[in-house]
């Protein structure tokens, strides 16, 4: 198939006590996905989880049987243990195929361990940041991620581009509307698909507004109450438009046609008025690696 539709799913998610209520939600969504003919469906940062070291519990065997009962791929979060490190952990994203199928998983890997991570009320674990920039053939097409606060790095999406992916997912963690990031975040995940010629998204796990309270050290009531829940920033995007935005609950859905994808990256631009692309194609093949090599001098602190 050349056109995918795309669900993001902006849901409640539970810490603590009620955490894995999160479980049953992501099966309950998965089966509303496949309802509305959705071909992939894509989570927030670590949800359903685990969130905690402390509290563990199988999250991959029933997202993979959910997927394959109701025939809908998935990309969802979760923190997976980091090799030969006790008690330290990965944030993953896992991709599982509409047979439950695991296809692939992007460990995150910017910035560097600790982060936001330890010693939190939502989160609680040692994070260690990973390596690698897997690009998961789905059949139907290049699946790829980047979590979070990767999508300031734009370094992590062309290297993604680059090795095939024309759909990039960014699932996000916690309070970006309340920390005021909402226009910039969106303006980023839709100029890394200008830029890319890629389909991207970006939504973040909703909550309630209490958890938000904790970090509002002036007190300032920075966005009116809505019923009980934080507010979303769920955006896909092209890289000639903006396909869907909503910061509601629910499912955001899109449709993707990945034979435009091919086509704006495989055409070269011409003087054509009106231009039959609303953005210029081709411009990868623009690219100068010789000259690139500040890219990898080493840092400075």
Not at 246 to 254: D, I, M, N, Q
Request: glycine content about 8%; charged content about 25%.
């Amino acid at each position: 198939m050349s056109t995918v539709r795309l669900g993001l799913a902006q849901t409640m998610t539970h810490f603590g006590d009620d955490e894995e209520r999160n479980l049953e939600n992501a099966v309950a969504l998965i089966e509303h996905a496949a309802r509305q003919d959705i071909d992939l469906i894509a989570f927030a940062e670590n949800y359903p989880g685990p969130f905690t070291e402390s509290n563990r519990y199988e999250v991959d065997a029933v997202m993979a049987e959910s997927a394959r009962t109701h025939g809908v791929a998935v990309a969802y979060g979760t923190s997976r243990p980091a090799p030969g490190r006790d008690g330290s952990f990965h944030i993953t994203t896992v991709i599982v195929d509409s047979q439950g199928v695991e296809r692939g998983a992007y460990h995150r890997t910017h910035p560097e361990g600790p982060y936001i991570y330890r010693d939190g009320k939502q989160w609680n674990f040692d994070y260690v940041a990973a390596e690698a920039f897997p690009v998961v053939d789905m059949g139907w097409g290049k699946l790829a991620v980047s979590i979070c606060s990767e999508v300031h790095l734009p370094e992590v999406s062309r290297i993604l581009a680059l090795k095939g992916a024309e759909i990039i997912l960014y699932p996000s963690g916690l309070l970006i509307d309340e920390l005021g990031y909402t226009e910039n975040w969106r303006t980023l995940v839709r100029a890394r698909a200008i830029e890319n010629h890629a389909y991207t998204a970006t939504l973040v796990n909703l909550m309630d507004p209490a958890v938000g309270a904790q970090f509002n050290r002036s007190g300032v009531e920075l966005a009116p109450p809505r019923d009980s829940i934080t507010t979303g920033i769920g955006g896909i995007y092209g890289p000639e438009r903006m396909l869907a935005e909503s910061g509601e609950p629910g499912l955001l859905t899109a449709d993707l046609d990945l034979d435009r994808i091919r086509y704006l990256r495989a055409a070269s631009e011409e003087l054509i008025v009106p231009a039959p692309y609303r953005t210029i194609p081709g411009h990868m093949t623009w690219r100068r690696p010789e000259l690139y090599g500040e890219l990898t001098r080493p840092r400075t602190r």
